[in-house]
């Protein structure tokens, strides 16, 4: 069996109405369009991704988790959900009221009831978040200059569908479920990923299916909003598919996105992202060097004594630092390779972004070649 919901049960919160009546009812009340992030998180609130959380987080509840790591309720939970909002919006709101929902296009999607608003106290958010209030760190300069002053609060639902940048294989949390089930998975490992497929991350879940009991992988794609510089969502998912048809077993791999913001907050991200894959059933969650992690801001194995702290009730299965080991003739690590550094080819993002741009070979050591031909077609590159 999959695992169980993060605190027991999925709170999901979708209410499909047709547009008339969506219309009536927010006829005469405030509506608003949010900020990207908030946009994001309103959806997975709603469709259980986010559970045990069924809205965004009140003043107190924002406190807890950035002092305590906890909800309310004593669960741990490492990144604060926030509705920021600005000092006009802030004026209108009223507690108690239901305010609506508008997507980029302008109509309305859902609804928030409200049941507080507050200042928003940014250094302390930065600090306990991300550890810095440096505006080189994405996150914190989307704070300080894309996020309102203020915030609201309460409980979140949703009216429609609404087309994100991975539709084709956006997830919600039953469907995968589902799928699991269909497919016999009982125990399931789910990878997190933000950038097309190297040799590295090919050994990480390749390896990870080998651990016993383990019945399939859940390639789970972060495609909504990544930081300046990133790959676009369709090149992350276009990679990705030639990746699995040509390297791994179609009955043991499931591909699915994720449209949420990234953060990049290092270990704390990384708990926060295992406990949405439990959400969707995973049971085990791999956990490489630097995960979530973005410039020098966190040490490279943070997240790995962060899962030693908090149990959140899936297994992590940690891996060291990968490489091409010229002398091994292959993929390996620093916990077993015993060469020295002179033989070791690091794989790194950076530099193959900076290949593809000046459109230099990728050594199939470091890439497959039909992801990077993929990539080559160009716009990959946001």
């Known amino acids: 069996m999959v695992n169980s919901p993060y605190g027991g049960k999925l709170k999901i919160s979708v209410e499909l109405k047709d547009r ?34 069924e809205g965004f987080m009140s003043e107190e509840e924002v406190e807890s988790v950035i002092k305590k790591e906890r909800l309310l309720s004593d669960l741990p939970w490492t ?66 200059n894309n996020y309102g002053d203020f915030a609201i609060s309460g409980k979140v639902r949703i009216f429609r569908e609404v087309p994100l940048p991975g539709n084709r294989y956006e997830l919600h949390p039953e469907q995968a479920r589902d799928r699991f089930k269909k497919m016999g998975w009982k125990n399931v490992v789910a990878y ?5 497929p190297h040799v ?43 990746f699995i048809d040509n390297y791994h077993k179609k009955e043991k791999t499931m591909l699915g996105s994720l449209s949420i913001t990234m953060r990049y907050a290092g270990p704390k991200a990384a708990i926060f992202l295992a406990i949405v894959r439990r959400n969707f059933g995973a049971t ?27 149990d959140i009730g899936i297994i992590p299965l940690k891996f060291r630092d990968t490489f091409y080991c010229r002398k091994c003739r292959g993929i390996t690590s620093d916990n077993v390779c015993p060469h020295s550094p002179e033989y070791r080819m690091i794989i790194s993002q950076t530099r193959i972004r900076e290949m593809l741009k000046q459109g230099e070979d990728i050594p199939e050591e470091i890439m497959r070649p039909e992801v990077t031909a993929v990539l080559r077609k160009g716009g990959s590159i946001d």
């Open 192 to 196: 997190q990923a933000r950038n097309p």
């Open 79 to 144: 990144i604060p959900i926030i509705f920021a909002v600005d000092e006009k919006v802030y004026a209108k709101v009223k507690e108690g009221e239901e305010i609506f929902l508008k997507d980029p296009n302008g109509e309305i999607y859902g609804s928030i009831n409200v049941d507080g608003k507050f200042h928003l106290r940014k250094k302390e958010i930065a600090i306990g978040v991300y550890g810095t209030h440096d505006p080189k760190h994405p996150n914190v300069e989307d704070l300080f």
């Open 284 to 310: 085990h969650y791999i956990v490489g060097r630097d995960q979530a992690g973005v410039g020098n801001f966190y040490d490279p194995y943070a997240a790995h004594k962060k899962f030693d702290e908090m």
């Open 200 to 242: 590295a991350h090919e050994y990480l879940q390749k390896v990870s299916l080998e651990f016993p009991g383990i019945d399939g992988l859940l390639i789970h794609l972060v495609v909504g909003r990544l930081k300046k510089g990133d790959y676009s969502a369709d090149a992350i998912l276009n990679s990705y598919e030639a």
């Open 20 to 53: 008339e009546k969506i219309d009536d009812h927010a006829r005469g009340a405030l509506s608003i369009t949010p900020f990207t992030d908030f946009f994001y998180d309103s959806l997975k609130i709603s469709d259980g991704s986010y559970s045990p959380i």
